[in-house]
């Protein structure tokens, strides 16, 4: 075990004791072209206390942080936030390591680590189950649970330090990053980062953001730092993270067209690129994504702000390209809200990728805002023309 860990006190008697992934590049189906990080944080006090674990295969090195502050068996309590594996699938280790430490979850947590770790030790851990308001004396400091149901699991849990005002926020205010520092204000460009994690895994969950910002004040609860489990903390007015969180839950967006599309010819491509111009002409600021170049983290992050999308597919086997297919597909999941969008598309002998990408946005709930356009083979100056007046037609769109 490396006795050389570093370790980082966030406040006094709290110590960042996680793991970085510096060679992470993909979660849950997203691009992390900037690594990751699992969080774990220790608490000295009258009894020591544990909040979360990091992902099986850096045990050890979780493990040696707390071992350079304190033996892990004197470990009291540990505090299992949320059960998905990269912050659980160390826990049987961990509570080996800590013989007499209670394990605290909430009653969906409590359910998850039995259908994760039957085989695996659970059923001699000490278990105290939590709920919204319930509080746990460690000594001079008090730990406040809030269950946050699907922020993002059933199981998901906030744990609140009173007095030093520190919110364990587990996957919620994260970020997909790899870094020495260990604050937000030390690094550049976190909210972006943040932004793009919110868009791939929180998006679908707006209203239970916004049930969680009003439990929040109606608690009272005030904060000198949130503290997730992926990324960096934020200790530089904190609250800013929850008010984005806001917002983004709000779905609200700006007066911006999104074109994503792919190309087999460049058929479909210079159709994209008429749109484009034809937008730009509006004066309406407009991005233009092909699925094959571009991240969909990025494309789906620019797909909250924008108010107007267009998607283009070229026909294979007389449907939409694949990349569109599953692109609709990962967009699907996410719930985008508050858009309006637009089809366009070329074929060779048969049609079917307009009216499949159509159908497939409609059976999701999504608005079209008018039928789309197909072109037989190549654009001609016709089609192009008909491309660019559809961009203005967008842009008033976006303007509304």
């Given at each position: 075990?490396d006795n050389?860990?570093?370790?980082v006190q966030?406040?006094?008697g709290?110590?960042?004791v996680?793991?970085i992934?510096?060679?992470l590049?993909d979660?849950h189906?997203?691009?992390?072209p900037?690594g990751?990080?699992y969080?774990t944080?220790?608490?000295?006090?009258?009894?020591?206390t544990?909040i979360d674990?990091?992902k099986?295969p850096?045990?050890?090195?979780m493990l040696g942080?707390?071992?350079?502050?304190?033996?892990?068996?004197?470990?009291?309590?540990i505090?299992?936030?949320?059960v998905?594996?990269?912050h659980s699938?160390?826990?049987?280790?961990?509570m080996?390591a800590?013989p007499?430490?209670?394990?605290?979850c909430?009653?969906?947590?409590?359910?998850?680590?039995y259908?994760h770790?039957?085989e695996?030790?659970f059923?001699?851990?000490?278990?105290q189950?939590?709920?919204?308001?319930?509080?746990?004396?460690?000594?001079?400091?008090t730990?406040?649970?809030i269950?946050?149901?699907?922020?993002?699991?059933?199981?998901s849990?906030?744990?609140y330090?009173k007095?030093?005002?520190?919110l364990f926020?587990?996957d919620?205010?994260?970020?997909h990053?790899?870094?020495?520092?260990?604050?937000?204000d030390q690094?550049e460009?976190?909210m972006?980062?943040?932004?793009?994690?919110?868009?791939?895994i929180?998006?679908p969950?707006?209203?239970?953001?916004l049930?969680?910002a009003?439990?929040?004040k109606?608690?009272?609860?005030?904060f000198?730092?949130i503290v997730?489990?992926?990324?960096?903390i934020?200790?530089?007015?904190?609250?800013r993270?929850i008010?984005?969180?806001v917002k983004?839950?709000?779905a609200?967006?700006k007066p911006?067209v999104?074109i994503?599309?792919?190309?087999?010819?460049?058929?479909?491509e210079?159709m994209?690129?008429?749109?484009?111009?034809?937008?730009?002409?509006a004066g309406?600021d407009v991005?233009?994504?092909?699925?094959?170049n571009n991240d969909?983290?990025k494309?789906t992050t620019e797909l909250?702000d924008?108010s107007?999308?267009?998607?283009?597919?070229?026909?294979?086997n007389?449907?939409?390209f694949?990349?569109?297919?599953?692109?609709l597909?990962y967009?699907k999941?996410?719930?985008p809200?508050?858009k309006k969008?637009?089809v366009?598309?070329?074929?060779?002998?048969?049609?079917?990728?307009?009216k499949?990408?159509e159908?497939?946005?409609?059976?999701?709930?999504?608005?079209?805002?008018?039928?789309?356009l197909?072109?037989?083979f190549?654009?001609?100056e016709?089609d192009r023309?008909?491309c660019?007046?559809i961009?203005?037609?967008l842009?008033?769109?976006a303007?509304?």
């Amino acid at each position: 075990m490396d006795n050389d860990l570093q370790t980082v006190q966030i406040s006094e008697g709290i110590y960042w004791v996680g793991a970085i992934d510096w060679n992470l590049r993909d979660f849950h189906g997203y691009e992390t072209p900037k690594g990751g990080s699992y969080n774990t944080y220790l608490i000295i006090d009258e009894k020591i206390t544990l909040i979360d674990t990091v992902k099986a295969p850096f045990f050890e090195e979780m493990l040696g942080r707390i071992s350079q502050i304190v033996d892990p068996s004197k470990i009291d309590y540990i505090v299992s936030n949320h059960v998905e594996m990269d912050h659980s699938s160390s826990l049987p280790a961990m509570m080996e390591a800590s013989p007499k430490a209670k394990l605290v979850c909430s009653a969906k947590g409590k359910k998850g680590l039995y259908e994760h770790y039957r085989e695996m030790g659970f059923e001699k851990w000490d278990i105290q189950v939590v709920k919204t308001g319930d509080e746990i004396s460690i000594g001079k400091k008090t730990m406040q649970f809030i269950e946050v149901v699907m922020l993002h699991w059933p199981d998901s849990m906030h744990t609140y330090l009173k007095e030093d005002r520190i919110l364990f926020s587990n996957d919620a205010f994260g970020q997909h990053i790899a870094t020495s520092e260990r604050f937000e204000d030390q690094v550049e460009g976190v909210m972006e980062d943040a932004q793009i994690y919110y868009a791939n895994i929180l998006m679908p969950f707006g209203k239970q953001v916004l049930g969680y910002a009003e439990k929040v004040k109606q608690m009272g609860l005030k904060f000198d730092m949130i503290v997730p489990a992926h990324g960096v903390i934020w200790r530089k007015e904190p609250e800013r993270i929850i008010e984005s969180y806001v917002k983004w839950a709000n779905a609200e967006t700006k007066p911006q067209v999104l074109i994503v599309y792919d190309t087999m010819w460049n058929s479909t491509e210079i159709m994209a690129k008429e749109i484009l111009e034809g937008v730009q002409s509006a004066g309406v600021d407009v991005k233009l994504r092909n699925l094959r170049n571009n991240d969909w983290s990025k494309i789906t992050t620019e797909l909250m702000d924008a108010s107007v999308v267009a998607i283009g597919s070229p026909t294979l086997n007389n449907g939409m390209f694949f990349t569109v297919a599953g692109f609709l597909s990962y967009i699907k999941g996410l719930r985008p809200k508050n858009k309006k969008f637009f089809v366009f598309g070329s074929y060779g002998w048969g049609g079917g990728a307009v009216k499949g990408v159509e159908k497939e946005l409609i059976e999701s709930g999504f608005e079209i805002s008018e039928p789309g356009l197909q072109v037989n083979f190549r654009p001609f100056e016709e089609d192009r023309a008909k491309c660019r007046e559809i961009g203005k037609r967008l842009a008033s769109l976006a303007k509304e």
